[in-house]
């Protein structure tokens, strides 16, 4: 066996095996149903080779992680305007603060809190219905993966509404300093639906590609965003993308990442590969436990 297909193979075997794996999110019930005991990774080369190991073909709602894909998206729409309406500084704080929100007058510290990315759905929006808006995300999440079985766990995002009051008061207090343009409802609505994409690690590590290769696709050479709007994406990954604990993360990994409370992680090694990691169990910042200890491993 190839020594990188060996080494995830060995990864997989022994996450497996690991006790202390943190716990699994249960603020929607959908979550709090999924065995912990799972643990998947997946990486795609930028010369085309992609290796899967453990539960790497299983989907799991991958929450935050797809706001990497709306930020993206909302970039390709509106350019440099988007940061009129968020920053792009670490928050310091958790991840559905509001207190910070007061403070700043109603601008998101950066597109991978809850309020940037309520705001960045927002400006998904442009005046269509959410329908339209999450039509949209989705397939532009396909078409990154090269697949189109993707879909939206709709038991998830109708329960996401219905337990989102925190995103609610982020929305309504947002749009009270001016800062959402459509009905706090209708940004709720794109939000809701992209968190409740499910992918499995392969397709998450497809998806990713773009961004370990400098803004194109490596299969077909086409250009998903430039090469400095990857970079910058990934200094944002590298800086916000694990809530209060991205700090942390940059220190030990140290390269850009993205997780999200269904315990995965999108992982950028530029130049080189995109990784995903899929390990329920969270710990105490709301990152995957065994994922992000994998990726910090896996740099040595
Ligand atoms: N849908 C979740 C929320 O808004 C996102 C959680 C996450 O950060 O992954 O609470």
């Given at each position: 066996?190839?020594?990188?297909?060996?080494?995830?193979?060995?990864?997989?075997a022994?996450m497996?095996?690991?006790?202390d794996?943190?716990?699994v999110?249960?603020?929607?019930?959908?979550?709090?149903?999924?065995?912990?005991?799972?643990?998947?990774?997946a990486?795609v080369?930028?010369?085309?080779?992609?290796?899967?190991?453990?539960?790497?073909?299983?989907?799991?709602s991958?929450?935050?992680?797809?706001?990497?894909?709306?930020?993206?998206?909302?970039?390709?729409?509106?350019?440099?305007?988007?940061?009129q309406?968020?920053g792009?500084e670490?928050?310091?704080?958790?991840?559905?603060?509001?207190?910070?929100l007061?403070?700043?007058n109603?601008?998101?510290?950066?597109?991978?809190?809850?309020?940037?990315a309520?705001?960045?759905?927002?400006?998904?929006?442009?005046g269509?219905?959410?329908?339209?808006a999450?039509?949209?995300?989705?397939?532009?999440?396909q078409?990154?993966?090269?697949?189109?079985?993707?879909?939206?766990?709709?038991?998830?995002?109708?329960?996401?509404?219905?337990?989102?009051?925190?995103?609610f008061?982020?929305?309504?207090?947002m749009?009270?300093?001016?800062?959402?343009?459509?009905?706090?409802?209708?940004?709720?609505?794109?939000?809701?639906?992209?968190c409740?994409?499910?992918m499995?690690?392969?397709?998450?590590?497809?998806?990713?590609?773009?961004?370990?290769n400098?803004?194109?696709n490596?299969a077909?050479?086409?250009?998903?965003?430039?090469t400095?709007?990857a970079?910058?994406?990934?200094?944002?990954m590298?800086?916000c993308?694990h809530?209060?604990?991205?700090?942390?993360?940059?220190?030990?990994?140290?390269i850009?990442?993205k997780?999200?409370?269904?315990?995965?992680i999108?992982?950028?090694?530029?130049?080189?590969?995109?990784?995903?990691?899929?390990?329920?169990?969270?710990?105490?910042?709301?990152n995957?436990?065994?994922g992000?200890?994998?990726?910090?491993?896996s740099?040595?």
């Open positions: 066996m190839p020594e990188l297909e060996q080494a995830l193979a060995e990864v997989a022994e497996t095996e690991r006790s794996r943190g716990a999110a249960t603020y929607i019930p959908q979550l709090g149903k999924v065995d912990p005991k799972k643990f998947g990774i990486a080369t930028n010369d085309g080779r992609l290796i899967l190991a453990g539960n790497a073909e299983e989907p799991f991958i929450q935050s992680v797809s706001k990497v894909f709306t930020l993206t998206l909302a970039l390709g729409k509106v350019g440099d305007a988007l940061w309406r968020v792009r670490p928050s310091g704080n958790p991840f559905n603060s509001i207190v910070q007061e403070h700043e109603g601008i998101p510290r950066n597109p991978f809190i809850n309020a940037g309520i705001v960045v759905s927002d400006i998904l929006l442009a269509h219905q959410p329908r339209e999450i039509g949209e995300i989705l397939r532009f999440v078409f990154l993966a090269d697949d189109d079985t993707i879909i939206i766990d709709r038991e998830v995002a109708a329960s996401e509404r219905a337990t989102g009051y925190r995103n008061a982020l929305a309504n207090y749009k009270s300093f001016g800062n959402l343009h459509h009905e706090p409802e209708l940004a709720l609505g794109v939000y809701f639906h992209h409740a994409i499910a499995s690690c392969r397709q998450l590590a497809m998806a990713g590609r773009f961004l370990a400098g803004g194109r490596p077909t050479g086409h250009s998903v965003v430039s400095e709007r970079r910058r994406i990934g200094a944002l590298l800086t993308g809530y209060d604990g991205s700090g942390d993360f940059a220190f030990r990994v140290g850009p990442g997780s999200g409370v269904g315990g995965g999108l992982g950028i090694v530029p130049g080189v590969a995109s990784l995903a990691v899929w390990s329920p169990g969270l710990n105490e910042n709301g995957s436990k065994l992000s200890e994998r990726l910090r491993s740099r040595g």
